[in-house]
T-cell receptor, first 114, second 111 residues
Framework: GAVVSQHPSWVICKSGTSVKIECRSL??????MFWYRQFPKQSLMLMAT?????????EQGVEKDKFLINHASLTLSTLTVTSAHPEDSSFYIC??????????FGPGTRLTVL | DAKTTQPPSMDCAEGRAANLPCNHS???????VYWYRQIHSQGPQYIIH???NNETNEMASLIITEDRKSSTLILPHATLRDTAVYYC????????????FGQGTELSVKP
């Protein structure tokens, strides 16, 4: 099956710093990548949709200036959490989609902001 | 908002079939039914999807009622490794692939 990787798998940072998370589709080209956030004991919440070469579309209530998304190529999207605070601590998951059929999810990145 | 309703939790004995129900009474003609599962602290894993016909693959079977208002995911011989949260999602094929997750069913497979 198709493989999606995320880096780093976990990160701990100080409040006020920025953190970049990478999402790569390893064996296919993804026209669209999605970013989700998951708090403990809760379901995945879609944050934004990212299409290669264009601006991301953010879901209602997600601050675009805080969660910067770049989708520079068909195999790489990045999510930067700017000026992170403890309430941004969460499990961030990306998925990649070729435009047909199913999405393939990355293993997730656990962010802890101290 | 998610368009599906699932029981919050279910138990299943190892080796027995696990039947996970999903209600999607407001499903429209363009919407497919997708099933994913998430093992603790991992990304979701695709299981199966269908439009109106029953589907089977190496992981599971998907039974969709004739009126398409509900479906059942069947794991024919559950193992301990099938313990996970199972999500039933309806997706409009014309809306760019977006998946909106509901609360899912937490399946516990017990020895």
């Amino acid at each position: 099956g198709a493989v999606v990787s995320q880096h780093p798998s976990w990160v701990i940072c100080k409040s006020g710093t920025s953190v970049k998370i990478e999402c790569r589709s390893l064996d296919f080209q993804a026209t669209t990548m999605f970013w989700y956030r998951q708090f403990p004991k809760q379901s995945l919440m879609l944050m934004a949709t990212s299409n290669e070469g264009s601006k991301a579309t953010y879901e209602q209530g997600v601050e675009k200036d805080k969660f910067l998304i770049n989708h520079a190529s068909l195999t790489l999207s990045t999510l930067t959490v700017t000026s992170a605070h403890p309430e941004d601590s969460s499990f961030y998951i990306c998925s990649a989609w070729t435009g047909v059929n199913e999405q393939f999810f990355g293993p997730g990145t656990r962010l802890t902001v101290l | 908002d998610a368009k599906t309703t699932q029981p919050p939790s279910m138990d299943c004995a190892e080796g027995r079939a696990a039947n996970l129900p999903c209600n999607h009474s407001t499903i429209s003609g363009n919407e497919y039914v997708y099933w994913y599962r998430q093992i603790h602290s991992q990304g979701p894993q695709y299981i199966i999807h269908g439009l109106k016909n029953n589907e089977t693959n190496e992981m599971a079977s998907l039974i969709i009622t004739e009126d398409r208002k509900s479906s059942t995911l069947i794991l024919p011989h559950a193992t301990l490794r099938d313990t996970a949260v199972y999500y039933c999602i309806v997706r409009d094929y014309n809306q760019g692939g977006k998946l909106i997750f509901g609360q899912g069913t937490e399946l516990s497979v017990k020895p």
